[in-house]
């Protein structure tokens, strides 16, 4: 049975809103939804069911506070992955990928497209997000024919797949959560024709060798920042490294860190306020 959570909602006066928090802090609250109405703010507080107990300390703070038609109540914890999931409907990347949230029910992909059946659940990598499409774009721009591709935070596993898909020779994808990658092997099942290794753990698990002629990783920058040295001696001398899962204005640090690593930038793409570069070792 799905859980439900508990609520308390009231109304504020507009110039409480900025304490709130500090109040709340001691609590266990999950989330907070604020609603501006007139001078006053109309809030929903989020807490896990067992915080019941807790509930009449926490009025009482409120009320003190200057809550004003304190209710409690309850809320379902939707399903919400599978509610996207209904909606989501195929799309295309670039020239090359159409990605298909419905393996059961696919979708003919257009000519000339390669057919990634990717549906979305919980991990990282639908392929909606710009991250995502700046790598596919990158790979679509340089299509990694016989390389060793190492796919770093592979999430859903769809890079790993779409490397593989345009001629990788072989691919390694990794994950430090390990239900990503329960999801990215499911994933890889289901193109059977571009078979990619998968491995739950940290960069550490692999021996700092030149393995690899393209290292991909997707994510935030104070994420891949304290990886780039162990990336820089798992590529290859004449390979090449994709970074993604930056902003457009941490660019320039980006490119810092990069050189003081060993790298250079030597190209970049760019989607909205997202980036995405693309790095040698020097
Ligand atoms: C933004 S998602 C990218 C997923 C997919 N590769 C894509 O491009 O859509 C980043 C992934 O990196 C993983 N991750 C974060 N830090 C990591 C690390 N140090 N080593 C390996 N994986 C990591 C996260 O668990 C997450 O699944």
């Not at 990347?93 to 549906?119: N, S, Y």
């Not at 099942?189 to 698990?205: D, E, K, M, N, T």
């Not at 920058?221 to 304290?226: G, S």
Request: net charge negative; aromatic share 8%; with cysteine.
């Amino acid at each position: 049975m799905r859980e439900h959570f508990l609520t308390l909602s009231f109304r504020l006066p507009k110039h409480q809103e900025e304490s709130l928090p500090e109040l709340l802090t001691p609590w266990p609250v999950l989330g907070c939804e604020v609603r501006e109405v007139n001078a006053e703010v109309e809030v929903t507080v989020f807490l896990q069911n067992q915080a019941r107990a807790l509930l009449p300390q926490l009025k009482g703070a409120l009320k003190s506070f200057g809550a004003l038609d304190l209710a409690e109540g309850t809320q379902p914890d939707l399903d919400w992955i599978g509610e996207y999931r209904q909606l989501a409907r195929p799309f295309r990347v670039g020239h090359r990928f159409w990605i298909d949230p419905h393996p059961d029910t696919p979708t003919p992909p257009p000519a000339g497209c390669i057919h990634l059946l990717i549906e979305p659940r919980q991990a990282f990598g639908t392929g909606s997000h710009e991250s995502t499409q700046l790598m596919l774009l990158l790979l679509e721009d340089r299509p990694p024919v016989g390389a060793r591709v190492l796919d770093v935070g592979t999430g859903s596993g769809v890079l790993a797949l779409a490397a593989r898909a345009l001629g990788a020779r072989w691919v390694l994808g990794f994950d430090v959560d390990a239900d990503a990658v329960f999801v990215a092997c499911e994933t890889a099942h289901l193109h059977p024709q571009w078979p990619v290794a998968l491995f739950a753990g940290p960069s550490r698990a692999l021996a700092p060798r030149p393995a690899f002629d393209l290292i991909l990783a997707n994510m935030l920058v104070e994420q891949f920042v304290p990886l780039l040295p162990r990336l820089r001696r798992l590529v290859h001398p004449g390979g090449t490294l994709f970074l993604s899962g930056l902003l457009v204005s941490q660019k320039e640090a980006v490119a810092g860190e990069l050189a003081a690593s060993g790298f250079a930038l030597v190209g970049e793409k760019q989607l909205g306020e997202w980036a995405a570069v693309v790095a040698s070792p020097r």
